[in-house]
């Protein structure tokens, strides 16, 4: 039996650079607030901000230095995706914004296979405004869903 009334915790989001990093501390994955808002998923942002973190401590520098420079790499690699599913959110909360992106997914089988990729991160989010991630073939790949 149970002691009391269950209860659930919304998902932290909402990436704030300058909160990643208090004196000697790191936070890194839901701590840092690096999870997606669009699907609530954070495992790979978790992963990734440690390593940040982790790059950020290895240079042995003051607490300032590393945390600096911690908050940029983290805004560097995770920023633009996290705002921009923030916005995407936003959008789909309302129930024209949510018709418009049903039907421009579902405009060819191109559209829907990357749109399918694209809200499941099998390539970043925010890749089309982000030109340094541009890589040849990036949405001709089959991804890791397949038909």
């Not at 989001?13 to 607030?33: C, E, I, K, Q």
């Not at 191109?110 to 340094?132: G, I, Q, S």
Request: charged share 25%; proline share 5%.
């Amino acid at each position: 039996m149970a002691e009391g009334a269950p209860r659930a915790w919304p998902i932290p989001t909402g990436f704030r650079p300058d909160a990643l990093a208090s004196g000697r501390v790191l936070f890194a994955g839901d701590a840092a607030r690096v999870v997606d808002p669009m699907t609530g998923e954070g495992i790979a942002q978790a992963l990734a901000t440690g390593v940040l973190a982790a790059e950020a401590i290895a240079d042995g520098s003051d607490a300032a230095t590393v945390g600096a420079r911690y908050r940029h790499a983290a805004k560097c690699e995770l920023g633009a995706d996290l705002r921009f599913a923030e916005l995407l959110s936003g959008v789909l909360r309302s129930e024209l914004g949510a018709c418009v992106a049903v039907r421009a997914a579902g405009l060819s089988a191109w559209t829907r296979r990357n749109f399918a990729r694209w809200m499941f991160e099998d390539y970043p989010r925010a890749v089309l405004v982000t030109p340094r991630r541009w890589r040849h073939g990036m949405l001709r790949r089959p991804g890791a869903f397949r038909d």
